[in-house]
């Protein structure tokens, strides 16, 4: 089992509120005998595909930050060695 996770932090340094959409991935596995299961989301993102994409809408104040956070699971067996996964 690997458990992961990470941090987005956007800061608006403009004198008026930003709209900004953040975009990220849960990887998706299309191997029978590696499962990924996503973990906390927060904020809940405005959209969620079923290829792990996921997409939030944040409005940002002036000169505030804005963070969003997510986790995920993988699981796998023990001799297979996995790619692509920053550990």
């Given at each position: 089992k690997i458990e992961l996770g990470y941090r987005i932090e956007v800061q608006n340094l403009t004198g008026r509120v930003a709209s900004v959409m953040v975009e990220d991935q849960v990887p998706h596995s299309r191997?029978?005998?590696?499962?990924?299961?996503?973990?906390?989301?927060?904020?809940?993102?405005a959209e969620q595909t079923d290829l792990g994409i996921l997409r939030w809408n944040l409005s940002i104040r002036a000169q505030e930050k804005a963070e969003v956070r997510f986790d995920f699971l993988v699981e796998h067996p023990r001799a297979m060695e996995l790619e692509g996964l920053d550990v």
């Open positions: 191997h029978e005998e590696i499962k990924v299961k996503p973990g906390t989301l927060t904020p809940k993102p």
